[in-house]
């Protein structure tokens, strides 16, 4: 019998508050995930503890906190990825940027630029469920939805990840409960399905 497939929720929000839409996505997805009989383990990036780096320095040789060693394990360990964040002024928050640039230090991610398009993360598959203030058309038709295309072809084209899916949910800042009721199974329905 085939091992089940091992999936890692990372919830993107830089607060780590549990009433944030983030969270319940988050924990919905892996509700799903869970009842599927997958393998799941979850990392709230708002909680870790981590410096920005600020050096080339910092990125080939600084000290890695213990929260960035566990995160690393838990990705390198990781079959699929699940990344659930919000867009803040068209992309990312700049802590998940930080957690990035941490996480995929040289030496974790690849031992050199040169060895692109290899490296720990390669074959991993990711989903990406991101929430915004703004209607998703004027994400992608008025902003061509840059901040995203940045991270799935700056980081994971480069590192080897894929395929890399998108859910994107906008106007998140209206709090229809019928609104977010859909939203969140359909969350626990991509859990379930493990994509």
């Known amino acids: 019998m085939a091992s ?26 892996v509700r799903g995930a869970t009842a599927a009989g997958f393998e799941v383990a979850t990392l709230d990036v708002g909680a870790l503890d981590f410096p920005l780096i600020r050096s ?7 000290a890695v906190t213990e929260d960035i060693a566990r995160a ?4 390198k360990h990781a079959q699929h990825l699940v990344f659930v ?7 990312p928050p700049a802590l998940l940027k930080g957690f990035f640039e941490q996480l995929l230090r040289q030496g974790f991610s690849w031992s050199s ?3 692109a398009l290899s490296s720990v993360l390669t074959g991993k598959s990711a989903r990406l469920i991101v929430t915004m203030g703004m209607p998703t058309s004027v994400f992608r038709f ?12 700056g980081l994971f084209l480069v590192a080897g990840v ?11 800042h ?12 359909l969350a626990e329905d991509l859990g379930r399905r493990g994509t």
């Open 174 to 185: 209206d709090h229809a409960p019928d609104r977010q009721a859909k939203w969140l199974a």
């Open 113 to 115: 630029p040169q060895s």
């Open 4 to 29: 089940p497939k091992r999936i890692l929720v990372i919830n993107g929000h830089p607060d780590p508050a549990s009433e944030h839409l983030c969270a319940a996505l988050a924990q919905a997805y």
């Open 56 to 62: 080339l320095k910092d990125y080939k040789s600084g």
């Open 142 to 153: 008025l902003l061509g939805g840059h901040g995203l295309a940045g991270l799935e072809k």
């Open 85 to 91: 964040f919000p867009i803040w002024f068209g992309s």
């Open 72 to 75: 690393q394990d838990a990705v």
């Open 162 to 172: 894929g395929p890399v899916r998108r859910t994107l949910l906008g106007g998140a």
